[in-house]
């Protein structure tokens, strides 16, 4: 048996250019916590393999520091066979860091933009050969192990890919699952998407091969929402068949989190509230969760929203985000009233909202409610 640890897209030294300094400092040293996390978790559970599908690196010049600590982490667990397949981000460049990296034995960096391998035994004896690529550039038009089969069927073949498989008009090394079925490889470790199919979905099958994003080791905003974390799979291959089990695990220390709330007929903050705190129990650690809360609804004219108010449901956040997408809820007689351009408006679409055509009622009141979250700027 083989015990492997597959994660990709770390991008470590990441700016996070729209936190404060401070935020902005402990996220990007709790990506290297998480990373440190995973190796140390992916030790104790006897992992033969650390696999790094791609963009290690936020981009092509990592701090000194940062690289150094790397290089220590995989230094210090010397029984574990590290291999790195440099991505769109972190490409293995002219003028790369990863040449100047001072790689311990037990790490293997991809370094062609051809596809090449190497061979190891796990801690049980199990042969396997390892295959990867690089990119040498931001860009890679062509898949590197499409159309390439194992030298030895008989044993596990591993690839460690940063590739795309959803967009055809990608640059980054696009394959499809039927090129990926045609190979005959075990197992393809990807990088790129960060957003994975959930967990029990996340490793797929084309014709015998499996293969699997990890996501995005870590969260780096409100467009990676949720836990994040890598694989753990145990593999053995017997009379050239493959058996597979695999685990998600989860790692990352902050979270980013999205909420929707429809607050449609609240009259005051005590509604607003009422009808928020459900959602209370979706935050499990308010200290290491950043959160961004979406109003939606018609509310009572003059309903004012305190921020500060609904932050403060959740517990004391990293950081919080309110969306306001509300609008005020007017009836017909206050509107026929209004002395202002909201008053206006509703007197000008007046015969269109009382016409004897349904259909031309109906594009009236849509009219009519655009053009009120309009004025209150809740488009």
Known sequence: MAKIFHCADLHLDSPFSGQSAEKSRLLRQSVFDTFRRAVERAYAERCDLFLIAGDMFDSEFASPATLEAVMSLFETHKDMVFAVSPGNHDPYSQNSFWKRAKLPPNAHIFASDNLTRFSMLSSEGEKLSVYGYAFTSSNLHRSPFAAQTPKDPSIINIVCAHADIYDPLTKNAYI???????????????????????????????????????????????????????????????????????????????????????????????????????????????????????????????????????????????????????????????????????????????????????????????ALEYGLRALAGNL
Do not use: W
């Open 176 to 366: 499809t699952p039927a090129e990926i079925a045609k190979t005959g490889f075990d197992y393809i470790a990807l990088g790129h998407i960060h957003n994975p199919p959930p967990p029990t979905e996340q490793i797929q099958m084309a014709g015998t091969t499996y293969y699997a994003y990890s996501g995005a080791l870590a969260g780096r905003g409100f467009d990676e929402c949720g836990e994040r974390g890598g694989l753990l799979l145990e593999m053995k291959k017997i009379d050239s068949e493959l058996s597979l089990t695999y685990s998600f695990i989860p790692l990352s220390e902050y979270v980013f989190l999205n909420l929707t709330a429809d607050v449609t007929g609240a009259a005051d903050m005590t509604d607003i509230l009422a009808k928020i705190s459900p959602l209370a129990a979706s935050v499990r650690k308010p200290q290491k969760t950043a959160l961004r809360l979406t109003l939606t609804g018609d509310t009572a004219p003059g309903c004012n929203i305190g921020e500060n108010a609904v932050a403060e449901t959740f517990g004391p956040l990293f950081s919080f985000e309110l969306q306001d997408f509300t609008a005020p809820l007017f009836d017909a007689d206050t509107l026929r009233d209004d002395k202002t351009i909201r008053g206006a408006f509703f007197r000008a679409l007046l015969p269109q909202l009382e016409s004897d055509d349904h259909k031309t009622r109906a594009a009236a009141r849509e």
